[in-house]
């Protein structure tokens, strides 16, 4: 599904490169579900976001579902990205002026969806995700673990092939950490989608089918089960 | 999706209500003055030209050149108008006189004039060649022009008909008596012209009658006098050239004028679409002129006010960017592209400015009645009309993309993942220097405008307590008349009124010593036959006009008592014009006016302004001519004004029963003549003050911002020991900065600008240093009072407070 060969990132710092990644080169196929893990500043969230182009590599070359990632336009690029991406944030990343409803609806905005679609849409991940009663509510009045089912629908809704999640459950108590796994294997196993989650916790990567470790920017192990 | 935009706008607006009360309230009142300012210029430049053809009209002037003087006049000579007739047969010409103050009565049905219905007209009253009406299009209720072709007859307006006799219907064929020499026949009824017109005729009376009443109405018929009542207007063929036509009439009036005596005069032509703002020519037909200088000015200060509120917006909107870039971050992730966002940030400024505009509508609505008091609109002038909806849409899109597209672009520019870890800052926006450079650019607009109020007010005040070289208070003057019955009456008028002890002094006058109008004539001087080279003014008056005026005497003393003219006084510039150093040595020349004969001069009066403060001393000669002096004026003690004022009418109004007692107080006349000046103070006052408004709005906000912006900073400082003073120090030195920087750039622009205002009067204060002291610090009091609340609420929160929040 993707393919990094050779990807460094450095900042200029003087005249030192600091870096950030350093020459990785990985390949993900369809159906993984790959858990990234390493201390903290070791490259982790600079990682996921050069893999859902939020972030641009200094160097190296970048293939995603057969394009050439690193030669692409800004605009071919967001399209690539609205067409298969779905992300998950630590901290949720929920708009604060729009209700639950509408944070779910706003990618199927962006997508061109029509109203009718949208609603239909939006309806069955509400009910899915067993929010039907929250849905005009705002973010402020859920707590921690119902803002991350709402992040988690929002990411869902345009059905992506590939999630991607920098620590979805670092907010959360491990009960509600563990439902978000559940959540995530059965994405995974049943819907085929492709999950690559960053996490500090031993237990929560295990979820996934490969493990690979950060350290200095550089892949120190991977291990698949 | 639009609407998805404004409901989450519409959010925004809510949860950030304290901007966007900011930027409303500022926007709408700059919107409101721009409105205001744009009903005043549309109506000025509105004038005349709903006249079909207006483009093919003009108006004949005079110009004459008098050694190195030019004078503009805006009436030709009597035969003028035929000779064109003969010489341009293409152009339709008609002619008029116009008659300023003029009494007309309805005759009460006994033959006693004092029971006479008694109306006074200042403007309007002409007699008018019945031609007129092939050249300007008129509204005929009843009746044609061609009635004006009779003499004694007149043509009425409608609402002027209506007054005189109840109701327009019942006007035709009855009789109106004029100044109680002519008896006129209604012969028509005419529909009232438009407010927008500078031909606001209410009584035509057919220009035959003029020259039926020579002596009555100073009808000549020669080459030599210009009246500046008598105008001509003609008519072209639309494909004339202006050009070919001006030197065309050149040589018509090379022809005709006996341009002798080093007196050149030309006539020319005026586009009728460039009367209404021709100042070069006093006296219209209507009540005002306007100047294209005053609908610049205005026009001016109508954009700066848009742009301060315009720069509010900008500001407070990149300033808010900051606290937004979360969401825009989230946005993008979520497949938002660069456009979208763009459309969003400009649907916020949208409902903003709509809400803006809306209120702007609704404060303009309550300030349009006061409009009249800083410009010559119509009291039902009204804002709801196609060119105010355009003018709106037109401000409301500028003002959209102006502040809108900016803040649209930054906000929009952010970079997903900085913006997600909130390391979007103020700076990181690249809006401080803008912001900065904005603040300045509002601080300089109203230190500009605060100039111009403070010159503006002092010149005014100069102007209105100005030493006039003579004493214009309590000076009651009555307006008569001089028919021959009257003059008879005026020595014993005189004379009972001298018998009232509240009564100081009287004195029988052409106008009183500073008058807006000028009656000029070439002269001769100590026996030389040969015409002086200046245009010397003249004031008619018995021997009571000095001791009445309180004029001195620099030499010599009045003429004798008399009615006709062998003694003259002239002033201290007569005298330096006609290069005499000593006044003694004036005392016992003779002088000679027109085709009277020799005057000895009997005296030399200290200078006095003769005209408004904008025109320099004119030559003056003083001295008696009975026939001429038509005025009253009156000198009275002060107290128990009102008692004395009634019993000199009640006198007047027993000792001429056939006119109508129309007194004023000289020194109200006095203030008309700065009535422009006086609404231009106004103005500046007014808009400074809404400048003032905007710019403390912005500033409000902009500290505001930064004090939450900075409260975790203030906070480590206090815990690191900071006081408050040096907390506040800290949010007021960078104003004062850019308070700083503003004065050096507006200082030069308000000099320049209000120097060239103050160069329209030849008298007039000196632009002191501490004019634009005074601006400085009366803007860094006023930043301070915004910016020091705030600054002084956020040096004394809570350390501990402000930085657990973080
Ligand atoms: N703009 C920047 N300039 C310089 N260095 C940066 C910049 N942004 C990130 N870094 C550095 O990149 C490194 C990797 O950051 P990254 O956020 O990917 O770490 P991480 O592994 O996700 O850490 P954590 O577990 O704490 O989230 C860090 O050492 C950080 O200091
Ligand atoms: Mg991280």
């Given at each position: 599904?993707?393919?990094?060969?050779?990807?460094?990132?450095?900042?200029?710092?003087?005249?030192?490169?600091?870096?950030?990644?350093?020459?990785?080169s990985?390949?993900?196929?369809?159906?993984?579900?790959?858990?990234?893990?390493?201390?903290?500043?070791?490259?982790?969230?600079?990682?996921?976001?050069?893999?859902?182009?939020?972030?641009?590599?200094?160097?190296?070359y970048?293939?995603?579902?057969?394009?050439?990632?690193?030669?692409?336009?800004?605009?071919?690029?967001?399209?690539?990205?609205?067409?298969?991406?779905?992300?998950v944030?630590?901290?949720?990343?929920?708009?604060?002026?729009?209700t639950?409803?509408?944070?779910?609806?706003?990618?199927?905005?962006y997508?061109?969806?029509?109203?009718?679609?949208?609603?239909?849409?939006?309806?069955?991940?509400?009910?899915?995700?067993?929010?039907?009663?929250?849905?005009?509510?705002?973010?402020?009045?859920?707590?921690?673990?119902?803002?991350?089912?709402?992040?988690?629908a929002?990411?869902?809704?345009?059905?992506?092939?590939?999630?991607?999640?920098?620590?979805?459950?670092?907010n959360?108590?491990?009960?509600?950490?563990?439902e978000?796994?559940?959540?995530?294997?059965?994405?995974?196993?049943?819907?085929?989608?492709?999950?690559?989650?960053?996490?500090?916790?031993?237990?929560?990567?295990?979820?996934?089918s490969?493990?690979?470790?950060?350290?200095?920017?550089?892949?120190?192990?991977?291990?698949?089960? | 999706?639009?609407?998805?935009?404004?409901?989450?706008?519409?959010?925004?607006?809510?949860?950030?209500?304290?901007?966007?009360?900011?930027?409303?309230?500022?926007?709408?009142?700059?919107?409101?003055?721009?409105?205001?300012?744009f009903?005043?210029?549309?109506?000025?430049?509105?004038?005349?030209?709903?006249?079909?053809?207006?483009?093919?009209?003009?108006?004949?002037?005079?110009?004459?050149?008098?050694?190195?003087?030019?004078?503009?006049?805006?009436?030709?000579?009597?035969?003028?108008?035929?000779?064109?007739?003969?010489?341009f047969?293409?152009?339709?010409?008609?002619?008029?006189?116009?008659?300023?103050?003029?009494?007309?009565?309805?005759?009460?049905?006994?033959?006693?004039?004092?029971?006479?219905?008694?109306?006074?007209?200042?403007l309007?009253?002409?007699?008018?060649?019945p031609?007129?009406?092939?050249?300007?299009?008129?509204?005929?209720?009843?009746?044609?022009?061609?009635?004006?072709?009779?003499?004694?007859?007149?043509?009425?307006?409608?609402?002027?008909a209506?007054?005189?006799?109840?109701?327009?219907?019942?006007?035709?064929?009855?009789?109106?008596?004029?100044?109680?020499?002519?008896?006129?026949?209604?012969?028509?009824?005419?529909?009232?012209?438009?407010?927008?017109?500078?031909?606001?005729?209410?009584?035509?009376?057919?220009?035959?009658?003029?020259?039926?009443?020579?002596?009555?109405?100073?009808?000549?018929?020669?080459?030599?006098?210009?009246?500046?009542?008598?105008?001509?207007?003609l008519q072209?063929?639309?494909?004339?050239?202006?050009?070919?036509?001006?030197?065309?009439?050149?040589?018509?009036?090379?022809?005709?004028?006996?341009?002798?005596?080093?007196?050149?005069?030309?006539?020319?032509?005026?586009?009728?679409?460039?009367?209404?703002?021709?100042?070069?020519f006093?006296?219209?037909?209507?009540?005002h002129?306007?100047?294209?200088a005053?609908?610049?000015?205005?026009?001016?200060?109508?954009?700066?006010?848009?742009?301060?509120?315009?720069?509010?917006?900008?500001?407070?909107?990149?300033?808010?960017?900051?606290?937004?870039?979360?969401?825009?971050?989230?946005?993008?992730?979520?497949?938002?592209?660069?456009?979208?966002?763009?459309?969003?940030?400009?649907?916020?400024?949208?409902?903003i400015?709509?809400?803006?505009?809306?209120?702007?509508?609704?404060?303009?609505?309550?300030?349009?009645?006061?409009?009249?008091?800083?410009?010559?609109?119509?009291?039902?002038?009204?804002?709801?009309?196609?060119?105010?909806?355009?003018?709106?849409?037109?401000?409301?899109?500028?003002?959209?993309?102006l502040?809108?597209?900016?803040?649209?672009?930054?906000?929009?520019?952010?970079?997903?993942?900085?913006?997600?870890?909130?390391?979007?800052?103020a700076?990181?926006?690249?809006?401080?220097?803008?912001?900065?450079?904005?603040?300045?650019?509002?601080?300089?607009?109203?230190?500009?405008?605060?100039?111009?109020?403070?010159?503006?007010?002092?010149?005014?005040?100069?102007?209105?307590?100005?030493?006039?070289?003579?004493?214009?208070?309590?000076?009651l003057?009555?307006?008569?008349y001089?028919?021959?019955?009257?003059?008879?009456?005026?020595?014993g008028?005189?004379q009972?009124?001298?018998?009232?002890?509240?009564?100081?002094?009287?004195?029988?006058?052409?106008?009183?010593?500073?008058?807006?109008?000028?009656?000029?004539?070439?002269?001769?001087?100590?026996?030389?036959?040969?015409?002086?080279?200046?245009?010397a003014?003249?004031?008619?008056?018995?021997?009571?006009?000095?001791?009445?005026?309180?004029?001195?005497?620099?030499?010599?003393?009045?003429?004798?008592?008399?009615?006709?003219?062998?003694?003259?006084?002239?002033n201290?510039?007569?005298?330096?014009?006609?290069?005499?150093?000593?006044?003694?040595?004036?005392?016992?020349?003779?002088i000679?006016?027109?085709?009277?004969?020799?005057?000895?001069?009997?005296?030399?009066?200290?200078d006095?302004?003769?005209?408004?403060?904008?025109?320099?001393?004119?030559?003056?000669?003083?001295?008696?001519?009975?026939?001429?002096e038509?005025?009253?004026?009156?000198?009275?003690?002060?107290h128990?004004?009102?008692?004395?004022?009634?019993?000199?009418?009640?006198?007047?109004?027993?000792?001429?029963?056939?006119?109508?007692?129309?007194?004023?107080?000289?020194?109200?006349?006095?203030?008309?003549?700065?009535?422009?000046?006086?609404?231009l103070?106004?103005?500046?006052?007014?808009?400074?003050?809404?400048?003032?408004?905007?710019?403390?709005?912005?500033?409000?906000g902009?500290?505001?911002?930064?004090?939450?912006?900075?409260?975790?900073?203030?906070?480590?400082?206090?815990?690191?020991?900071?006081?408050?003073?040096?907390?506040?120090?800290?949010?007021?030195?960078?104003?004062?900065?850019?308070?700083?920087?503003?004065?050096?750039?507006?200082?030069?622009?308000?000099?320049?600008?209000?120097?060239?205002?103050?160069?329209n009067?030849?008298?007039?204060?000196?632009?002191?240093?501490?004019?634009?002291?005074?601006?400085?610090?009366?803007?860094?009091v006023?930043?301070?009072?915004?910016?020091g609340?705030?600054?002084?609420?956020?040096?004394?929160?809570?350390?501990?407070?402000?930085?657990?929040?973080?």
């Open positions: 599904m993707l393919s990094l060969q050779h990807i460094s990132k450095y900042y200029q710092n003087g005249g030192n490169k600091n870096f950030v990644i350093n020459d990785i990985l390949d993900i196929d369809e159906g993984e579900f790959v858990s990234i893990m390493g201390p903290s500043g070791s490259g982790k969230s600079t990682l996921l976001n050069i893999i859902g182009m939020l972030d641009e590599p200094t160097d190296g970048h293939y995603f579902v057969n394009e050439a990632v690193h030669q692409l336009k800004d605009k071919q690029r967001s399209a690539l990205y609205k067409k298969y991406i779905g992300f944030f630590q901290a949720y990343h929920l708009i604060d002026e729009l639950v409803y509408e944070n779910i609806e706003t990618p199927l905005i997508q061109d969806f029509k109203g009718a679609e949208r609603k239909a849409m939006v309806a069955d991940m509400l009910d899915r995700f067993q929010i039907v009663g929250k849905k005009d509510l705002f973010p402020a009045q859920l707590s921690g673990g119902q803002q991350q089912l709402v992040g988690i929002r990411a869902l809704i345009a059905k992506p092939k590939l999630l991607l999640a920098d620590e979805p459950t670092g959360l108590n491990s009960k509600q950490g563990e978000i796994m559940e959540l995530f294997r059965k994405l995974n196993k049943e819907d085929g989608v492709t999950i690559i989650q960053v996490t500090h916790s031993e237990k929560n990567a295990e979820y996934g490969r493990i690979i470790n950060l350290l200095d920017g550089r892949i120190e192990s991977s291990k698949k089960f | 999706m639009i609407e998805n935009y404004f409901k989450i706008a519409w959010r925004n607006i809510i949860r950030r209500r304290g901007y966007s009360v900011i930027n409303i309230a500022g926007l709408s009142v700059g919107i409101a003055a721009c409105l205001l300012i009903v005043v210029i549309k109506y000025e430049l509105s004038f005349d030209t709903f006249q079909p053809g207006y483009k093919n009209i003009y108006h004949l002037v005079t110009r004459i050149n008098q050694s190195d003087d030019v004078t503009y006049n805006p009436g030709v000579v009597a035969p003028a108008s035929e000779a064109l007739r003969l010489d047969p293409q152009a339709k010409v008609a002619a008029l006189e116009a008659n300023y103050g003029s009494q007309l009565s309805v005759p009460a049905n006994n033959s006693n004039a004092g029971s006479d219905k008694k109306f006074t007209e200042n309007g009253v002409v007699f008018i060649e031609q007129f009406f092939d050249i300007f299009k008129w509204t005929w209720l009843d009746g044609q022009p061609s009635v004006l072709n009779e003499p004694d007859m007149v043509v009425l307006d409608k609402s002027t209506t007054k005189y006799f109840g109701d327009w219907k019942n006007a035709m064929g009855k009789i109106l008596k004029m100044d109680n020499l002519l008896t006129l026949k209604v012969a028509g009824i005419v529909d009232d012209a438009p407010n927008n017109s500078d031909f606001p005729l209410k009584i035509m009376v057919s220009y035959i009658s003029w020259k039926e009443h020579p002596r009555d109405y100073n009808y000549v018929y020669n080459w030599h006098a210009t009246n500046s009542a008598h105008e001509v207007y072209l063929p639309a494909n004339t050239s202006i050009s070919k036509m001006d030197v065309q009439l050149k040589s018509f009036s090379v022809k005709h004028f006996d341009n002798q005596n080093a007196i050149i005069r030309t006539l020319f032509l005026q586009p009728l679409a460039a009367l209404h703002f021709d100042t070069r006093s006296n219209t037909l209507g009540d002129l306007t100047s294209m005053t609908l610049r000015t205005l026009s001016f200060i109508g954009l700066l006010i848009i742009i301060m509120a315009a720069i509010n917006f900008i500001n407070l909107s990149t300033a808010q960017s900051v606290g937004r870039s979360k969401e825009v971050g989230i946005r993008k992730v979520l497949g938002s592209n660069r456009s979208q966002l763009i459309i969003q940030v400009i649907g916020e400024t949208t409902i400015v709509g809400g803006a505009v809306i209120l702007a509508v609704i404060i303009a609505k309550a300030a349009l009645p006061y409009l009249i008091n800083i410009a010559n609109v119509p009291q039902d002038i009204g804002i709801f009309n196609l060119g105010c909806l355009l003018f709106l849409i037109g401000i409301a899109i500028s003002v959209i993309l502040s809108g597209l900016y803040p649209a672009l930054i906000i929009s520019g952010f970079k997903p993942v900085l913006a997600l870890k909130n390391k979007i800052t700076a990181s926006v690249g809006g401080i220097p803008l912001r900065r450079t904005l603040v300045v650019a509002q601080f300089a607009i109203s230190q500009l405008l605060i100039i111009g109020t403070i010159v503006a007010v002092n010149q005014m005040d100069y102007v209105n307590k100005a030493d006039l070289g003579f004493n214009k208070d309590a000076i003057i009555i307006p008569g001089t028919d021959s019955i009257s003059l008879q009456k005026m020595n008028f005189k009972q009124l001298l018998q009232n002890s509240q009564v100081k002094a009287v004195s029988f006058i052409s106008d009183p010593p500073s008058s807006e109008n000028g009656w000029g004539t070439n002269f001769n001087f100590n026996n030389s036959i040969k015409d002086r080279d200046f245009t003014f003249l004031k008619l008056a018995d021997a009571d006009y000095f001791k009445t005026f309180g004029l001195k005497f620099v030499a010599g003393k009045s003429y004798d008592v008399s009615d006709t003219m062998r003694q003259a006084v002239v201290e510039t007569m005298m330096h014009k006609l290069g005499v150093i000593h006044p003694q040595d004036m005392i016992g020349k003779t000679r006016i027109g085709g009277l004969s020799w005057s000895t001069i009997t005296g030399v009066v200290a006095f302004k003769t005209t408004s403060l904008r025109e320099a001393i004119r030559p003056i000669i003083i001295f008696p001519r009975k026939t001429y038509a005025e009253a004026a009156i000198k009275i003690q002060t128990d004004l009102k008692g004395t004022v009634a019993a000199i009418q009640k006198l007047w109004e027993g000792t001429y029963p056939e006119y109508a007692y129309n007194a004023y107080f000289l020194d109200d006349t006095i203030a008309k003549f700065y009535q422009q000046e006086n609404q103070a106004l103005v500046y006052k007014i808009f400074a003050g809404i400048a003032i408004f905007i710019s403390c709005l912005g500033l409000y902009l500290v505001s911002f930064m004090a939450v912006q900075r409260t975790k900073e203030v906070g480590i400082r206090k815990v690191l020991g900071a006081s408050v003073s040096s907390i506040v120090y800290l949010f007021s030195k960078e104003f004062a900065i850019l308070i700083l920087i503003s004065f050096v750039i507006a200082v030069p622009v308000a000099w320049y600008i209000m120097a060239s205002w103050l160069r009067f030849v008298y007039r204060i000196h632009l002191s240093p501490w004019v634009f002291i005074s601006a400085i610090i009366i803007s860094i006023i930043a301070w009072l915004t910016v609340y705030k600054a002084i609420k956020a040096a004394l929160a809570n350390p501990v407070k402000s930085l657990r929040s973080e």
